[in-house]
């Protein structure tokens, strides 16, 4: 069945760049996202990608995705104290239903 | 300012004692949907409603209701909560089930004792 896998924990220094990866199994996905979710918060849309683009850049994220791997990530360059959260990778799934699959997030530390 | 509103934000309630936690968007959406998070399991679809009076089930909609009289307005039911449906929620809208992007509410914590 679809699945999306994600690793659960990251940890950078500040400044650094941090790269979150994410697989998935279902080759007709036609759009892939990451969210990114604060303590407390809702769930963020940061951006996303149509299945025939191989990457996307907005201001600090780039996302790059390797469709034969299925392999989807994240890169956010000069990661600040502020970008400390949970990141979740997910597909929108067949048919009418803007389903979305979901991994079980990466949680992100970002150290002074 | 647009956005997704879900109250209350936390409840605590005890089995069988039916409960709504309702749903509101103010960008004219038509798809709503709600999903609970659970550790382990992230986020699952509960229901969901691709505009006014259509509703359909999720991967999870068992012990759950929903309805979808307005546009704004996506309620989710739990007409007898127990343990088990102790969770995170998250409503979230869609200006089309086709669009890419979906608004996501702040969350409702419940637990059921």
């Known amino acids: 069945g679809e699945d999306v896998e994600q690793s659960l924990f990251l940890s950078v220094r500040e400044g650094d760049s941090s790269v979150i990866n994410c697989t998935y199994t279902d080759s007709s996905s036609t759009y892939l996202y990451w969210y990114k979710q604060e303590p407390g918060a809702g769930l963020q849309l940061l951006t996303y990608i149509f299945s025939n683009m191989d990457m996307k850049q907005d201001q600090r994220l780039t996302v790059l995705l390797n469709k034969k791997d299925k392999h989807l990530s994240l890169r956010i360059a000069d990661t600040q104290t502020g970008d400390s959260a949970i990141y979740f990778c997910?597909?929108?799934?067949?048919?009418?239903?803007?389903?979305?699959?979901w991994g079980l997030g990466t949680s992100l530390a970002v150290n002074p | 300012e647009a956005q997704v509103t879900q109250n209350p934000r936390y409840l605590i309630t005890v089995t069988g004692k039916k409960l709504t936690v309702t749903c509101s968007q103010n960008?004219?959406?038509?798809?709503m949907s709600w999903y609970r998070q659970d550790p382990g399991l992230g986020l699952r679809q509960i229901y969901y409603s691709m505009n006014v009076e259509v509703t359909d089930k999720g991967d999870v909609p068992e012990g759950y209701k929903v309805s979808r009289k307005e546009k704004r307005n996506f309620p989710l039911i739990l007409e007898s909560p127990s343990p088990n449906q102790t969770s995170l929620y998250f409503c979230?809208?869609?200006?089309?089930?086709?669009?890419?992007?979906?608004?996501f509410g702040p969350g409702t914590r419940l637990l059921v004792l």
């Open positions: 979230a809208s869609s200006p089309s089930a086709s669009a890419q992007t979906q608004y």
């Open positions: 960008m004219n959406h038509e798809y």
């Open positions: 997910a597909e929108s799934s067949r048919g009418n239903n803007r389903k979305l699959i």
